[in-house]
């Protein structure tokens, strides 16, 4: 079976609904926040699974080197177009996260936007960690942003939909599988008359499991957040954000 998320089509089908021009602008607050939290203002920083580049251009325009990778052509080609409108140099590369490594390379690395657990094989998620702990200098820092499993158990709807203002429907239906470590989703995109559906599943971490998973790939100190604004991973956290250290 083919990985899903090789899959370019579902990409380029999706990119109006998960990247329409307000979550493309919020990746500047974002950056910003994360490099708060890192404790780091300069240095060579990777971001891992970068998409169209919303953190890696702002990332760039703050000083840092950035090293932008992701497996999507799609997204790199989008992530190059904003990089030459905001002027910067990036260097992009188009590798599976899995394979990606560069030990001793980066200051600071990002995974934003639950850009992890795409992968079938759980070990994959400790491979891609031990890649990245190996690919930080001494001192340097990871910060993950993810959905977790408490926030899911609290909001998550099994059916939402949306539009995108040229009338494009998206209707995403969501289940929780596998003992609670995975979800399964099904997105359709209505467009034109014509319908796609693509599915996927993404696996799912508890605080506890994600900073179990960092310690095992060899990170010697892990902070949990609520949110990229540094609130408690509490009962008001928004997304399960993780500040690891090498």
Request: proline share 4%; with cysteine; charged share 25%.
């Amino acid at each position: 079976m083919s990985d899903w998320f090789a899959d370019d089509t579902l990409w380029s089908e999706i990119y109006p609904f998960e990247f329409p021009g307000p979550v493309l602008d919020a990746g500047v607050a974002q950056v910003e926040k994360a490099i708060g939290l890192s404790g780091l203002q300069s240095g060579d920083a990777l971001d891992l699974g970068c998409g169209p580049g919303r953190h890696a251009v702002p990332l760039a325009r703050r000083g840092f080197r950035v090293t932008a990778v992701d497996l999507s052509p799609f997204h790199l080609a989008r992530a190059r177009e904003r990089a030459a409108a905001a002027r910067v140099s990036i260097e992009f590369v188009e590798s599976d996260m899995r394979a990606f490594l560069r030990p001793d390379a980066f200051d600071l690395a990002l995974s934003i936007f639950t850009s992890f657990g795409y992968f079938e094989d759980g070990q994959d998620d400790l491979r891609v960690l031990q890649n990245v702990q190996r690919s930080l200098r001494p001192g340097g820092v990871l910060v993950m942003d993810l959905a977790s499993k408490e926030r899911l158990a609290r909001v998550l709807h099994p059916t939402v939909s949306q539009r995108t203002a040229d009338g494009a429907l998206l209707v995403q239906r969501h289940e929780v599988v596998e003992d609670w470590s995975r979800v399964r989703n099904e997105w359709t995109v209505v467009r034109n008359g014509r319908a796609r559906t693509f599915e996927f599943l993404l696996r799912i971490y508890s605080g506890q499991e994600l900073t179990t998973l960092l310690g095992a790939a060899g990170f010697a100190a892990v902070t949990l957040y609520g949110g990229l604004d540094g609130r408690p991973y509490g009962l008001e956290a928004e997304r399960l954000v993780a500040v690891a250290a090498r």
